[in-house]
């Protein structure tokens, strides 16, 4: 079996068990050994070879717990839209540390078009959005616009990757 995944392997270049393999681990992470080699018509001594080149490769990032948000007191989403005073490098640099540094950003994307960065902020509530917005996001140097939408509904949320 000649499967060797260069770290930066697109997914075209992973066969049918590969993709078998990955869909069955985003469904369920916590399947043991034995159900997903059996899911995926392997033994599990080639299915764990597979999965750990697929974790070697970083195919597979980690492993995680999917959380309720609204059940663990995070109801709230908000999508922040950034326009900095200057795109520079160091510019660039100095925002995307600071927002790696706060747990209520989830999402942070450089965009192209109007806007700079869009962020996507859970919090408890509209005082709790306040909050960070007041305490955080606004002493924040080289902004130059920042608007906010709250989500109403989500309608379709997913982390599972379209792997055909």
């Not at 697109?10 to 469904?27: E, G, Y």
């Not at 989500?154 to 792997?163: E, I, R």
Request: proline letters at 4%; glycine letters at 4%.
């Amino acid at each position: 079996m000649a499967n060797s995944l260069a770290h930066s392997t697109p997914t075209k270049s992973l066969d049918a068990v590969d993709r078998k393999i990955l869909a069955t681990l985003q469904a369920d992470g916590r399947i043991s050994l034995a159900e997903l080699a059996a899911k995926v018509g392997l033994s599990p001594s080639p299915c764990l070879r597979r999965m750990r080149l697929l974790e070697e490769s970083g195919i597979i990032a980690r492993y995680v717990a999917v959380l309720d948000q609204e059940k663990v007191g995070l109801p709230a989403s908000v999508f922040v839209s950034i326009k900095l005073e200057s795109q520079r490098e160091e510019a660039l640099n100095r925002f995307t540390k600071a927002i790696a540094r706060w747990p209520e950003v989830l999402e942070c994307y450089l965009m192209t078009g109007p806007r700079d960065y869009l962020l996507r902020v859970v919090v408890a509530d509209l005082a709790a959005y306040d909050r960070f917005l007041k305490q955080k996001l606004t002493r924040l140097e080289g902004i130059a616009s920042i608007e906010s939408s709250f989500a109403l509904e989500q309608v379709k949320y997913t982390n599972v990757l379209p792997l055909e």
